[in-house]
């Protein structure tokens, strides 16, 4: 069983930076595809970033540019680097791992029943 921990949500101001990190514990995630989802209030919550168990990656486009999503194997960490926030980035973020989706080059990527496992969430909000 493998349980994935968010952190480093918080507030910030638009054009800032936040790093966001998702620690796995019970069992290595190396061999896993991970990603990151977010839910704005009152919308459904959308993929967003997805490194592969090697080192594919991608990015929706509203975060291409922007974001960088990175993994330290030796770790069992994954990472979501934030610049250049805007106010429309303000959501829950929350990590997820797939085993049998250890890839990112399919267009259903982000289907969330391929999610074996899930995080809790981080908040991060950004200021205007």
């Known amino acids: 069983q493998v349980q994935l921990v968010e952190s480093g949500g918080g507030l910030v101001q638009a054009g800032g930076s936040l790093r966001l990190s998702c620690a796995a514990s019970?069992?290595?995630?190396?061999?896993?595809?991970m990603r990151w989802f977010r839910q704005a209030p009152g919308k459904e919550r959308e993929g967003i970033s997805c490194?592969?168990?090697?080192?594919?990656?991608h990015y929706a486009d509203s975060v291409k540019g922007r974001f960088t999503i990175s993994r330290d194997k030796s770790k069992n960490t994954l990472y979501l680097q934030m610049n250049s926030l805007k106010p429309e980035d303000t959501a829950v973020y929350y990590c997820?791992?797939?085993?049998?989706?250890?890839?990112?080059?399919?267009?259903?990527?982000?289907?969330?029943?391929?999610?074996?496992?899930w995080g809790k969430g981080t908040l991060v909000t950004v200021s205007s």
């Open positions: 997820a791992a797939s085993f049998r989706r250890s890839f990112c080059f399919t267009t259903d990527r982000y289907n969330e029943d391929d999610m074996e496992y």
């Open positions: 019970g069992s290595s995630v190396n061999g896993y595809g």
């Open positions: 490194i592969s168990s090697g080192t594919m990656t």
